[in-house]
């Protein structure tokens, strides 16, 4: 067993090397090469998308679908306040202003109830996370979207083959965005995907990417865009580690049964389950402790890393933080608050050995329930 269990780490278990010494020999090394195209296509075929277009990040990803549906200045997108930083920022980058929804407490996504109270005349459209992996209510979303005429783009970055009501998320909205950092489920490094079915979207996605230059007129620019181009190398990654994605999520999912077997029944836990109509792809095993625990959180963090486990806080609610503080002050989003508070990351690679997971389930009870621990081990020896 390894001193020290990582939260993530990428599994490099495929033609990764191979590919990339490709590269290498071939001198393709650029945003230009065979690679790229090969791993827009398996990613589009894995989702189920006419389209799939690879750039330089998930953050460059979410940016270009909010730009290919137009969203611009005086404009306000709804956005998770429960999500990483980037959901939000990708907004801002277009010039508008995200406006934020409170949690559902059994999936910690975005709360279909509480969204249409949150919708103005200058509401654009819906972003919905799959928080942790957990695709959010895409049936409510989608639904409430058509009824006001809004857009919807799902930030997928940490929901790779995730599925509500038996379809892969990534094409209930009108765009999906997916990310590749080390972390992620599927990695190159650093790296992004849009999803769409619509060419047009499509055509937009590809030009801004490029500078706004127009395919077949070499630098004639009729629009800013960006340079949002993925390599061929990380492309060439990307390829062997889509070939390998079942083994990927079956390893996932077979690491989470391990951690609720561990797990389940502890008074001092909850772990995030599976709701009836999904199919997490557990990017994170996700728990929250209870208000009772004779540990807090921060310090449960301290005393797994001291015995050579790193675990994660949940996010801080973006409508906390400095930069998004003032734009909504009136709100309260209680659910992700809590979450946030009490909630943790455990260690979820696909890498992970049921030996790890049994090590790092054991610490973890011991510093949640000293007591009953004790007791048990008292009554077993
Ligand atoms: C990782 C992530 C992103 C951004 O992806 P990068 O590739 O790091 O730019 C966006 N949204 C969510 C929810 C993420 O987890």
Redesign the pocket.
């Known amino acids: 067993m390894r001193q020290f269990i990582p939260v993530a780490e990428p599994a490099l278990v495929g033609n990764e090397r191979a590919y990339v010494i490709d590269c290498l020999d071939s001198t393709w090394i650029s945003s230009r090469g065979a690679y790229i195209g090969r791993f827009e296509r398996a990613f589009a075929e894995f989702c189920g998308a006419r389209h799939a277009i690879a750039c330089?990040?998930?953050?460059?990803?979410?940016h270009l679908a909010l730009l290919a549906l137009g969203v611009g200045p005086g404009d306000e997108v709804i956005v998770p306040t429960l999500?990483?930083?980037?959901?939000a920022n990708?907004v801002v980058y277009c010039g508008a202003r995200p406006v934020f929804v409170d949690s559902e407490p059994a999936t910690w996504n975005i709360d279909p109830a509480l969204l249409e109270a949150r919708i103005t005349p200058c509401t654009r459209g819906i972003v919905a996370?799959?928080?942790y992996g957990h695709p959010a209510d895409m049936g409510a979303v989608v639904d409430i979207a058509r009824r006001h005429q809004l857009f919807v783009v799902e930030?997928?970055?940490?929901?790779l083959g995730a599925e509500a009501h038996c379809r892969r998320v990534g094409m209930f909205g009108d765009l999906a965005?997916f990310?590749?950092?080390g972390?992620?489920i599927v990695t190159t490094g650093?790296?992004?995907m849009v999803i769409c079915n619509d060419d047009l979207s499509a055509a937009r996605v590809r030009r801004l990417k490029e500078q706004g230059i127009t395919p077949g007129r070499p630098y004639w620019a009729e629009e800013i865009g960006y340079n949002y181009r993925m390599t061929n190398i990380a492309a060439a990654i990307g390829l062997a580690q889509i070939e390998r994605v079942d083994w990927h999520l079956a390893r996932r999912r077979a690491n989470a049964a391990l951690y609720r077997a561990a797990l389940e029944g502890c008074a001092g836990l909850e772990l995030v389950g599976e709701q009836p109509w999904a199919r997490h792809a557990y990017?994170m095993n996700c728990v929250l402790l209870a208000r009772d625990t004779p540990i807090e959180r921060d310090a449960l963090i301290a005393a797994m890393a001291m015995q050579g486990v790193e675990t994660r806080p949940v996010?801080y609610p973006l409508h906390t933080l400095p930069i998004y503080r003032d734009a909504d002050q009136e709100r309260a989003f209680p659910v992700a608050e809590a979450l946030a508070a009490r909630g943790l990351n455990l260690p979820s690679s696909a890498l992970l050995t049921a030996e790890e997971i049994a090590y790092v389930a054991e610490t973890l009870l011991t510093l949640v329930e000293p007591q009953s621990r004790l007791l048990s081990r008292h009554r077993f020896s």
Request: hydrophobic share 45%.
């Open positions: 330089s990040s998930g953050t460059a990803a979410l999500t990483y930083v980037a959901t990708a996370v799959h928080l930030d997928a970055a940490e929901g965005a990310s590749f950092y972390n992620k650093e790296g992004g990017w996010f």
